[in-house]
């Protein structure tokens, strides 16, 4: 046993070197570990990174709505050789063709969400050389259009761009509420592992002071055994305490190094520190009221904009499947004018005009029951969304609600915990003091250690559950009500 406790005190006297011997020690509090992990936490930058991407995503979307301009050229398209050629009389011949082509034209196309249909203009000039060969001369000509436009329209068919207007908007703010969201939670994970070293740090506090109390009373009890004062057994059941005191300075010191490296690793520190985390010694004292943090939670959330985003896409597929199962119909026009010269200035003389019109029709006349089972399966996804929405909307409301009753409890739970602490600590005292003068056995001093480790663990405990339900708070609402502020943030 004494060989095990040798080697327990050798590793855990490295570990203290291998503290001191760390070239950084950062005292902080809550608030400035809550500060460093907003800034320049790993996960701030992925949440920047998905709100520079859902920015991003918009944009595109705001893009399809705006007229597409394009330049296109062929230049040259060079052709010789022989091919087959069908003649006026309906026979084929082979004919050497020698002739290079040029192209280009300008074009602009908008896209009309309210019909969902598109226009376009253009405008373009060809050139053919035909090069000599043994049947023909050499030769130019060009094609012109000054100006052509058009129209493509669907009918009774599903518009895309229509719903693309009304979805895309609350996809793109609900990913702004979830950036505010995600620096938030950050927040509240940072506040979470800065108590995990603070109660590493209060444990390993303790233990060492159980040591040094428990080193003397064991040697104090020797002294009395020495002389017949104590049985065997009390000095064995001290010894016994001694070690456990060992064992538990050593477990401590294992806590405080995981927690510290989960801490150092959470706020994007490279290289190797030692935390001195402070006790919060200050509770806010403000009032939320529960109707104002449901209003709020309702204002800044991104569930709020995705009830919406959800039962606005249920309405879309239910709106695809009956244009998509139905009868169609497509309109498509064109008008343009063109002309053709071997000179390039007379090509754009006296042009000609060009009409297209052709309307397609498209009627399903027996499927098998396959379109209406489609639609009936479309809507009644939507009957589904729109429960879940209803349930979810119920369970958001709770739990804020439920989270604003905590949080008050929680802050006279506090307080009831520091003055037991105080108690606790201040009986121990009394009783260490009272042992060593031999006025009470052993258990009665064990009794009293264990009450004060139970209520500085309470303490510590209520302290932490507050601190993560101010922060939780924070995130649920994303306002500030110490400060009376909004936490929303938007892309910088």
Not at 11 to 26: E, H, I, N, V
Not at 343 to 355: N, R, S
Request: charged residues 25%.
């Amino acid at each position: 046993m004494r060989k095990i406790l040798t080697i327990t005190l050798l590793l855990y006297s490295g570990f203290l070197m291998g503290l001191k011997a760390q070239p950084d020690t950062l005292r902080m509090g809550l608030e400035e570990v809550v500060r460093m992990a907003q800034t320049g936490a790993p996960d701030v930058q992925i949440a920047q990174t998905a709100v520079e991407n859902g920015f991003w995503r918009y944009q595109s979307f705001l893009a399809d709505y705006r007229p597409q301009i394009s330049f296109g050229a062929t230049l040259p398209n060079l052709n010789r050789s022989i091919q087959t050629i069908t003649l006026p009389n309906g026979s084929d011949a082979f004919i050497d063709r020698a002739l290079m082509s040029n192209l280009a034209n300008l074009s602009l196309e908008q896209d009309v969400a309210l019909t969902g249909g598109s226009i376009f203009a253009q405008t373009g000039l060809e050139r053919i050389d035909l090069f000599e060969t043994d049947n023909n001369p050499a030769s130019t000509s060009y094609l012109s259009t000054p100006f052509a436009i058009g129209f493509q329209q669907p009918l009774f068919q599903f518009n895309a761009l229509k719903w693309a207007k009304k979805i895309q908007p609350l996809v793109y703010e609900e990913a702004q509420r979830e950036y505010s969201e995600d620096v938030e939670n950050v927040a509240y994970n940072a506040a979470a592992l800065f108590f995990d070293v603070l109660v590493a740090q209060l444990s390993l506090d303790a233990a060492r002071r159980d040591k040094r109390d428990a080193d003397t009373l064991l040697v104090i009890s020797r002294g009395r055994f020495d002389v017949g004062r104590i049985a065997e057994t009390e000095l064995l059941q001290i010894e016994l305490s001694a070690m456990n005191a060992d064992a538990a300075l050593a477990s401590s010191a294992l806590d405080l190094q995981t927690s510290t490296e989960a801490l150092r690793n959470f706020l994007g520190i490279q290289e190797a520190v030692y935390f001195e985390p402070a006790t919060p010694s200050e509770i806010p004292v403000f009032e939320v009221d529960a109707g104002q943090a449901l209003s709020l939670a309702r204002q800044n959330r991104s569930e709020a904009v995705g009830f919406e985003r959800q039962l606005r896409e249920a309405e879309r597929e239910l709106a695809r499947a009956r244009g998509t199962t139905g009868p169609s119909a497509d309109i498509n026009g064109y008008f343009a004018l063109s002309q053709t010269a071997n000179m390039f200035g007379d090509a754009y003389v006296d042009p000609l005009d060009q009409e297209r019109l052709n309307i397609r029709l498209n009627v399903p006349i027996a499927d098998w029951g396959k379109a209406k089972s489609r639609r009936e399966i479309a809507r009644s996804n939507q009957e589904l969304t729109q429960l879940q929405v209803q349930q979810n909307r119920i369970n958001f409301e709770q739990e804020i609600l439920i989270k604003v009753q905590q949080f008050s409890l929680l802050r006279n739970q506090v307080a009831l915990a520091l003055r037991a602490y105080d108690v606790a600590r201040r009986q121990l005292e009394i009783t260490r003091q009272r042992y060593r003068i031999g006025k009470i056995a052993i258990a009665d001093l064990n009794i009293s250690i264990s009450q004060e480790a139970s209520a500085r663990a309470a303490y510590v405990s209520a302290l932490r559950d507050f601190w993560l339900a101010y922060y939780d708070l924070r995130r649920l609402t994303l306002y500030d009500f110490e400060n009376q502020e909004s936490l929303k943030r938007s892309r910088e």
